[in-house]
Protein backbone atom coordinates (compact mmCIF):
# COMPACT_ATOMS: atom_id res chain seq x y z
CA UNK A 1 0.00 0.00 0.00
CA UNK A 2 1.75 3.28 -0.81
CA UNK A 3 0.31 5.13 1.98
CA UNK A 4 2.12 2.82 4.47
CA UNK A 5 5.60 2.80 2.31
CA UNK A 6 6.95 4.82 4.57
CA UNK A 7 6.34 2.51 7.31
CA UNK A 8 6.44 -0.72 5.57
CA UNK A 9 9.02 -0.71 3.03
CA UNK A 10 11.24 1.65 5.60
CA UNK A 11 10.79 -0.76 7.89
CA UNK A 12 11.18 -3.52 5.89
CA UNK A 13 14.95 -2.05 4.57
CA UNK A 14 16.58 -1.17 7.69
CA UNK A 15 15.54 -4.52 9.61
CA UNK A 16 17.82 -6.57 7.31
CA UNK A 17 20.42 -3.77 8.42
CA UNK A 18 19.88 -3.39 11.77
CA UNK A 19 20.24 -7.12 12.39
CA UNK A 20 23.39 -7.29 10.96
CA UNK A 21 24.78 -3.94 12.21
CA UNK A 22 23.73 -4.85 15.34
CA UNK A 23 21.71 -1.29 15.84
CA UNK A 24 18.69 -1.29 17.99
CA UNK A 25 15.19 -2.77 15.91
CA UNK A 26 13.10 -0.45 14.72
CA UNK A 27 8.83 -1.21 14.48
CA UNK A 28 6.37 -0.62 11.88
CA UNK A 29 4.42 2.75 13.16
CA UNK A 30 0.95 3.00 12.79
CA UNK A 31 -1.11 4.52 10.34
CA UNK A 32 -1.43 7.56 12.63
CA UNK A 33 2.01 8.42 11.54
CA UNK A 34 1.35 8.49 7.97
CA UNK A 35 -2.43 9.97 8.07
CA UNK A 36 -3.75 13.46 8.88
CA UNK A 37 -5.79 13.58 12.58
CA UNK A 38 -9.62 12.35 11.41
CA UNK A 39 -10.84 16.07 12.30
CA UNK A 40 -12.99 16.22 9.24
CA UNK A 41 -15.89 14.40 7.04
CA UNK A 42 -14.94 10.74 6.09
CA UNK A 43 -15.06 12.24 2.33
CA UNK A 44 -12.39 14.44 3.87
CA UNK A 45 -10.32 12.02 5.28
CA UNK A 46 -10.47 10.20 2.48
CA UNK A 47 -9.04 13.20 -0.01
CA UNK A 48 -6.66 13.49 2.69
CA UNK A 49 -5.20 9.95 2.58
CA UNK A 50 -5.53 10.40 -1.62
CA UNK A 51 -3.03 13.24 -1.09
CA UNK A 52 -0.58 11.61 1.19
CA UNK A 53 -0.80 8.34 -1.14
CA UNK A 54 0.48 10.91 -3.91
CA UNK A 55 3.21 11.99 -1.49
CA UNK A 56 4.13 8.85 -1.21
CA UNK A 57 4.34 7.33 -4.38
CA UNK A 58 6.07 10.49 -5.78
CA UNK A 59 9.45 10.31 -3.68
CA UNK A 60 10.14 6.94 -5.01
CA UNK A 61 11.99 6.62 -8.49
CA UNK A 62 12.68 3.42 -10.76
CA UNK A 63 11.41 0.21 -12.06
CA UNK A 64 8.92 -1.89 -9.81
CA UNK A 65 10.85 -4.82 -11.09
CA UNK A 66 15.00 -3.71 -9.35
CA UNK A 67 15.48 -5.71 -7.32
CA UNK A 68 17.71 -3.78 -4.97
CA UNK A 69 16.64 -0.50 -3.13
CA UNK A 70 18.44 2.54 -2.16
CA UNK A 71 16.67 4.22 0.86
CA UNK A 72 18.02 8.29 1.11
CA UNK A 73 17.83 9.51 4.46
CA UNK A 74 18.26 13.23 3.90
CA UNK A 75 18.24 17.00 4.86
CA UNK A 76 17.31 19.39 2.16
CA UNK A 77 19.64 22.11 4.49
CA UNK A 78 22.63 19.62 5.07
CA UNK A 79 25.57 20.55 3.73
CA UNK A 80 27.04 17.17 3.29
CA UNK A 81 23.63 16.08 1.60
CA UNK A 82 24.03 18.70 -0.57
CA UNK A 83 28.14 17.25 -1.41
CA UNK A 84 26.52 14.03 -1.73
CA UNK A 85 23.57 14.66 -4.31
CA UNK A 86 25.70 16.92 -5.88
CA UNK A 87 28.91 14.79 -6.72
CA UNK A 88 27.34 11.39 -7.00
CA UNK A 89 23.09 11.51 -7.22
CA UNK A 90 23.25 11.69 -11.30
CA UNK A 91 25.65 9.01 -12.18
CA UNK A 92 23.31 6.39 -9.37
CA UNK A 93 20.70 7.90 -11.40
CA UNK A 94 22.28 7.41 -14.88
CA UNK A 95 24.06 4.00 -14.18
CA UNK A 96 21.72 2.42 -12.20
CA UNK A 97 18.32 3.69 -11.66
CA UNK A 98 17.86 4.65 -15.30
CA UNK A 99 18.58 0.88 -16.60
CA UNK A 100 16.11 -0.90 -14.25
CA UNK A 101 18.61 -1.74 -11.52
CA UNK A 102 18.35 0.06 -8.45
CA UNK A 103 14.79 1.52 -6.53
CA UNK A 104 15.40 4.66 -4.61
CA UNK A 105 13.29 6.35 -2.01
CA UNK A 106 13.80 9.50 -0.17
CA UNK A 107 13.26 10.01 3.25
CA UNK A 108 12.78 13.17 5.48
CA UNK A 109 15.43 14.00 8.32
CA UNK A 110 14.81 17.67 8.94
CA UNK A 111 17.62 18.67 11.77
CA UNK A 112 16.65 21.26 14.19
CA UNK A 113 20.09 22.58 13.95
CA UNK A 114 18.55 23.76 10.30
CA UNK A 115 15.27 26.00 10.41
CA UNK A 116 15.15 26.07 7.03
CA UNK A 117 14.94 21.91 6.40
CA UNK A 118 11.20 20.82 7.78
CA UNK A 119 10.38 23.85 5.38
CA UNK A 120 12.37 22.60 2.65
CA UNK A 121 10.57 18.83 2.76
CA UNK A 122 7.08 20.46 3.20
CA UNK A 123 7.81 22.00 -0.03
CA UNK A 124 8.80 18.69 -1.82
CA UNK A 125 6.48 16.63 -0.40
CA UNK A 126 4.53 18.85 -1.75
CA UNK A 127 5.67 18.75 -4.95
CA UNK A 128 5.60 15.21 -4.87
CA UNK A 129 1.82 15.34 -4.72
CA UNK A 130 2.18 16.37 -8.55
CA UNK A 131 4.98 14.01 -9.28
CA UNK A 132 7.62 16.47 -9.29
CA UNK A 133 9.11 15.22 -6.43
CA UNK A 134 12.51 14.91 -7.76
CA UNK A 135 12.76 17.96 -9.92
CA UNK A 136 12.52 20.26 -6.87
CA UNK A 137 14.51 17.94 -4.40
CA UNK A 138 17.31 18.57 -7.43
CA UNK A 139 16.88 21.80 -7.42
CA UNK A 140 16.56 22.42 -3.84
CA UNK A 141 20.20 20.81 -3.25
CA UNK A 142 21.09 23.19 -6.04
CA UNK A 143 20.42 25.96 -4.66
CA UNK A 144 21.05 25.22 -1.20
CA UNK A 145 23.44 28.25 -0.20
CA UNK A 146 21.31 30.78 -1.90
CA UNK A 147 17.83 29.90 0.80
CA UNK A 148 19.77 28.14 3.36
CA UNK A 149 19.99 31.40 5.78
CA UNK A 150 16.80 33.08 4.43
CA UNK A 151 14.82 34.21 7.29
CA UNK A 152 11.43 33.28 5.08
CA UNK A 153 12.04 30.95 2.40
CA UNK A 154 9.02 30.30 0.89
CA UNK A 155 8.77 32.35 -1.90
CA UNK A 156 12.09 31.05 -3.42
CA UNK A 157 10.30 27.33 -2.68
CA UNK A 158 7.64 28.54 -4.78
CA UNK A 159 9.97 29.89 -7.31
CA UNK A 160 11.84 26.97 -7.75
CA UNK A 161 9.19 24.85 -7.90
CA UNK A 162 7.45 26.89 -10.64
CA UNK A 163 10.61 26.42 -12.53
CA UNK A 164 10.54 22.54 -11.67
CA UNK A 165 6.74 22.57 -13.51
CA UNK A 166 5.29 22.66 -10.53
CA UNK A 167 1.58 24.27 -9.73
CA UNK A 168 2.36 26.40 -7.59
CA UNK A 169 -1.01 27.71 -6.50
CA UNK A 170 -1.60 24.19 -5.60
CA UNK A 171 1.74 23.56 -3.68
CA UNK A 172 1.37 26.47 -1.74
CA UNK A 173 -2.20 25.32 -0.66
CA UNK A 174 -0.96 21.96 0.51
CA UNK A 175 1.90 23.51 2.48
CA UNK A 176 -0.43 26.48 4.17
CA UNK A 177 -2.90 23.22 5.03
CA UNK A 178 0.40 21.22 6.97
CA UNK A 179 -1.17 18.45 4.83
CA UNK A 180 2.07 16.15 4.21
CA UNK A 181 3.62 16.89 7.66
CA UNK A 182 2.05 13.52 8.70
CA UNK A 183 4.11 11.80 5.85
CA UNK A 184 6.93 13.71 7.37
CA UNK A 185 6.65 12.92 11.07
CA UNK A 186 6.38 9.43 10.09
CA UNK A 187 9.85 9.23 8.26
CA UNK A 188 11.39 11.16 11.46
CA UNK A 189 10.37 9.33 13.91
CA UNK A 190 11.69 5.75 11.78
CA UNK A 191 14.37 7.45 10.85
CA UNK A 192 15.67 7.33 14.15
CA UNK A 193 14.33 4.34 15.36
CA UNK A 194 16.00 2.94 12.98
CA UNK A 195 19.34 4.31 14.40
CA UNK A 196 19.77 7.26 12.11
CA UNK A 197 21.81 9.60 13.84
CA UNK A 198 22.99 12.17 11.07
CA UNK A 199 22.17 12.86 7.93
CA UNK A 200 22.81 11.76 4.89
CA UNK A 201 22.45 8.21 6.33
CA UNK A 202 21.57 5.43 3.11
CA UNK A 203 20.65 2.13 3.28
CA UNK A 204 21.62 -0.20 -0.08
CA UNK A 205 20.17 -3.42 0.29
CA UNK A 206 21.40 -4.78 3.80
CA UNK A 207 24.08 -2.48 4.21
CA UNK A 208 24.45 1.27 5.67
CA UNK A 209 26.47 3.94 4.20
CA UNK A 210 26.44 6.70 6.46
CA UNK A 211 27.29 10.05 5.33
CA UNK A 212 28.56 11.72 2.29
CA UNK A 213 31.05 8.87 0.98
CA UNK A 214 32.66 8.78 -2.39
CA UNK A 215 30.67 7.50 -5.70
CA UNK A 216 32.98 4.53 -5.87
CA UNK A 217 31.84 3.40 -1.96
CA UNK A 218 27.80 3.25 -3.45
CA UNK A 219 29.10 1.40 -6.47
CA UNK A 220 31.09 -1.33 -4.46
CA UNK A 221 27.46 -1.81 -2.44
CA UNK A 222 24.99 -1.56 -5.46
CA UNK A 223 26.98 -3.98 -7.71
CA UNK A 224 27.25 -6.70 -4.23
CA UNK A 225 23.56 -6.10 -3.54
CA UNK A 226 22.95 -7.16 -7.33
CA UNK A 227 25.38 -9.54 -7.38
CA UNK A 228 23.65 -11.22 -3.65
CA UNK A 229 20.05 -10.59 -5.31
CA UNK A 230 21.22 -12.63 -8.32
CA UNK A 231 22.01 -15.43 -6.22
CA UNK A 232 19.67 -18.88 -6.88
CA UNK A 233 17.97 -18.91 -2.95
CA UNK A 234 19.84 -20.99 -0.58
CA UNK A 235 23.54 -20.15 -1.99
Known amino acids: M ?5 SSLLTLALLGCNGSEGAAATREADAATVRPAAVTAAAADSASAALLAKADAGRILGSPSAKVWLIIISDFQCPFCKSWHDESWEAIR ?6 GKLRVAYVNLPLSIHPNAAPAA ?14 VQDALFRTQRDW ?5 PQSFFEAIARQAGADVEALRSCVASKATRPLIKGDEERS ?8 P ?6 QALI ?10 AIE ?11 R
Not at 2 to 6: D, I, N
Not at 94 to 99: A, G, H, I, K, P
Not at 201 to 206: A, D, I, M, Q, Y
Open 2 to 6: LLRFG
Open 94 to 99: RDYVET
Open 122 to 135: EVAMCASVQDKFWP
Open 148 to 152: ARLPD
Open 192 to 199: VQAGAQST
Open 201 to 206: TFFVGN
Open 211 to 220: GAQPLTAFRG
Open 224 to 234: AALKSADKPAG
